[in-house]
């Protein structure tokens, strides 16, 4: 289970907390993959992400509390929330008990589930399973948990579609397109075509090939040729939000005619979907080129 506002040192995309109680439970979850449930009384996401869990280390700053380090390559949340249940309906059917009412185990923080819930719930939160797999009356809808579950043959399809770069591009365009009101963050420009669809792209700021997050936090919206210059390095983003230009562009004053006014980077309203300044950090370490000008 996880909460926004939690009071534990968690970045589900890199590092869960947990305390030391749940570490039998937690320990079966290591080199595999694990959902991410906002609590009932929290909020209405539900079940939101997944990701798969590296190791298990003690916390060092707090004795008694464990962290499980997840793999940042893996993280993904969902095309849409599942709920934790629809009209007296779960998805997770391990919370029930003989009578099929809710167990006390549905209050755990981490529990374990088994592989048919696991999938059920993937398959009712990514549109991508209804395309790469065949589809079973259980994934055609979430009032669809009620009915039998047909057995699954092809469980290590599931994970294995979590982790497909088209998979993972197409919901990481979508979260981070949403966040942006499919605006570029550094020109402004909002151009839709007749069909409806953005020209405006989803850049990672922390690549992926440096173990960048598919997460919103990781994401700016920008329009092609800004996109193109910001991950070659030719453009960043200051701590003030200031939009750097290398001195290795060869045409600086027709850059700065396309950039917003104020040179400064438009983010969303909402701090939780505004980029993390540690991958803004890495991006001027890692990426930037030359020297940043005036």
């Avoid at 039998?24 to 609590?39: H, K, L, N, T, Y």
């Avoid at 909020?43 to 280390?57: C, D, F, L, N, S």
């Avoid at 940042?72 to 009412?101: C, H």
Wanted: some cysteine; hydrophobic content about 35%.
């Amino acid at each position: 289970m996880y909460r926004e506002d939690s009071r534990y040192d968690d970045r589900p995309w890199e590092v869960y907390q947990f305390p030391e109680a749940y570490l039998s439970r937690a320990s079966q979850m290591v080199g595999d993959w694990v959902i991410f449930m906002e609590p009932v009384k929290a909020g209405r996401k539900g079940y939101h992400a997944v990701g798969k869990v590296e190791q298990i280390t003690p916390d060092p700053r707090n004795a008694g509390m464990r962290l499980a380090i997840i793999d940042p390559t893996s993280y993904l949340e969902f095309d849409r929330n599942v709920p934790f249940q629809v009209s007296g309906n779960y998805p997770e059917r391990s919370v029930l008990n003989e009578a099929d009412k809710v167990s006390g185990r549905a209050q755990s923080a981490v529990r374990t589930i088994p592989d048919a819930d696991f999938n059920r719930i993937i398959a009712l939160g990514l549109d991508a399973g209804d395309e790469l797999l065949p589809r079973t009356d259980t994934e055609s809808s979430a009032q669809a948990v009620a009915e039998e579950q047909a057995p699954y043959q092809l469980e290590q399809d599931r994970t294995q579609m979590l982790t497909l770069r088209t998979v993972r591009d197409r919901i990481f365009r979508t979260v981070v397109l949403k966040a942006y009101d499919r605006r570029c963050a550094f020109t402004g420009f909002q151009f839709i075509n007749g069909g409806g669809r953005a020209e405006v792209e989803a850049a990672h700021i922390k690549s992926v090939s440096a173990k960048g997050p598919d997460v919103v936090q990781n994401g700016l919206a920008l329009s092609g040729t800004v996109h193109w210059m910001f991950d070659r390095g030719l453009l960043t983003v200051a701590e003030d939000r200031r939009i750097l230009l290398s001195n290795q562009i060869n045409d600086v004053d027709g850059v700065r005619k396309i950039l917003l006014p104020n040179g400064h980077a438009k983010f969303p309203d909402s701090p939780k979907d505004q980029p993390d300044p540690r991958f803004m950090q890495w991006h001027r370490d890692n990426c930037f080129k030359g020297v940043a000008l005036n």
